[in-house]
């Protein structure tokens, strides 16, 4: 028998054996430590502990992989896990997953997997519609994350400006291209740059006002200055929910400065993008849909698996001008038909089936059901401001997002150690995670409500174990 060739029983065997441990982990990950106390070594010598020259039994062997990740992880599933976005993800979007694994589509070529390619080019279309963007024109494609949407609106803007791009590269420039984006913009457009060929100096980082949002005065001075000195103003990157603070940028007056000047308007709302599904708080996002281009991550606030992201664009033909390739040996069954190879469309060739993860789960909880946990999300985040208020902290960053960055009430000068050391004292605890994050120059405390799951309660929890680590500083 081919070694990989496992029985119907042996495959049923190994499913009776997995799936109790796995609902165990979802339905009882409040139980667990949060964090696990690190040990570089010993995780080294645990994955090197087999040198693959023997075949270990395969029950054994996924035991032991799921005993080292109960072990060996921060557990982002847990709901006093109050960190970057990473959430806890649907039961769906799990299933999705399996399905995806058992069938394993190719989505490179849309004959290979017509329903596949479909549901992802309908996805695209709807979530575009939610931004406001026509529905008869938008266009866009799943990514691996909000990296590669980044990077994908920085090869679009590029390709816009510069009509020659995409055959001669950096020779198809007339002049110098610059990037603008705000001090507080996520650093993947840093590595965009670089990977477009445009190097770290032609990212412009706008300074943030008071708000943490980009500087709309500074951004106009700046692209005058560039325009008068010969430079040429390629896209401006704007952010609807900043990593750090979850700023809104003022999008409607950069949008308007990008029309003005005719320059690219990239959004990067992977996280706050989502707020679009519960009507309460599109305003929030207002001008988005004047945007040339925008990310959001299906991985964040949808709460899907990791590696589940989004570029949409208004301009239907920009992604094929990007990226459009021809190859001998790709299937050509479709050739004669009215359908899109995915391919062509993306950085990516050969990828995973991701829009199965947000379709199954559209199916199983509807439009609805995603602008209910929206809510929850955000009254989770307001309670969480409301009890740090009351408990004698106070609020750094001005946001509707749930995401709270906040310092000690008339504490010690060097605020930045003590949120430091209050942070460590939190993860060592192994009762919850959060992070710090410099807020104007100074360290403070940040926690973001990530998790579905999170309630009062554990809020409640959170507040009473910094309020007593704080006190016990003292």
Avoid at 98 to 124: D, G, K, R, T
Avoid at 163 to 190: I, L, M, T, W
Wanted: hydrophobic content about 40%.
């Amino acid at each position: 028998m081919i070694p990989f060739d496992l029985t119907p029983d042996h495959r049923r065997q190994l499913f009776d054996e997995l799936l109790p441990q796995l609902e165990a982990y979802y339905t009882h990950t409040r139980d667990r430590r949060v964090a696990p106390e690190l040990d570089p070594q010993r995780v080294r010598d645990i994955v090197g502990g087999f040198d693959f020259s023997k075949p270990v039994p395969a029950g054994e062997a996924v035991d032991f992989v799921v005993n080292s990740l109960l072990e060996h992880q921060v557990h982002v599933p847990h709901p006093m896990y109050y960190g970057l976005y990473n959430p806890r993800t649907n039961f769906p979007s799990i299933l999705a997953d399996l399905i995806a694994a058992y069938f394993n589509p190719q989505l490179a070529a849309w004959s290979h997997s017509p329903f596949a390619a479909e549901v992802e080019s309908y996805l695209v279309r709807e979530y575009g519609k939610r931004f406001g963007y026509d529905g008869a024109t938008v266009d866009g494609t799943f990514t691996s994350g909000g990296a590669e949407a980044n990077l994908t609106g920085v090869l679009c803007a590029i390709n816009h400006r510069f009509a020659d791009y995409a055959n001669r590269g950096y020779k198809a420039f007339d002049a110098e291209p610059v990037v603008y984006c705000s001090d507080q913009a996520h650093h993947s457009v840093v590595k965009a740059a670089r990977v477009a060929g445009l190097g770290l100096d032609s990212v412009m980082q706008i300074p943030t006002d008071e708000g943490l949002r980009m500087s709309v005065p500074a951004l106009t001075d700046r692209l005058a200055s560039d325009v008068e000195a010969g430079r040429v103003p390629v896209m401006v990157i704007a952010t609807a929910g900043t990593t750090g603070t979850a700023s809104i940028d003022d999008l409607p007056a950069i949008a308007d400065l990008c029309e003005h000047y005719g320059i690219w308007l990239h959004v990067d709302a992977a996280f706050g993008g989502a707020a679009v599904l519960n009507e309460a708080y599109r305003h929030w996002l207002r001008g988005i849909d004047r945007a040339d281009s925008i990310t959001t991550d299906i991985h964040k606030w949808l709460s899907v698996p990791m590696g589940t992201g989004m570029f949409l664009t208004r301009h239907p033909t920009i992604l094929d001008r990007t990226f459009r390739t021809t190859a001998e040996y790709m299937p050509r069954e479709g050739s004669s038909l009215s359908i899109v190879d995915p391919y062509t469309h993306t950085i990516q060739w050969s990828r995973r089936f991701l829009g199965l993860r947000m379709y199954l789960s559209l199916l199983v909880f509807g439009w609805e059901g995603y602008a209910k946990t929206i809510r929850h999300h955000v009254e989770m985040g307001d309670y969480l401001r409301d009890r740090l208020s009351a408990h004698g902290w106070t609020i750094e960053n001005d946001t509707p997002l749930p995401v709270v960055c906040f310092s000690r009430t008339g504490g010690s000068s060097d605020y930045g150690t003590e949120a430091r050391a209050i942070c460590q004292r939190v993860v060592d605890s192994g009762e919850a995670w959060l992070s710090v994050y410099p807020v104007r120059g100074v360290d403070v405390l940040r926690a973001g409500i990530t998790n579905y799951a999170t309630t009062r309660e554990d809020i409640d929890r959170l507040v009473e174990l910094l309020s007593r680590l704080r006190d016990d500083a003292d």
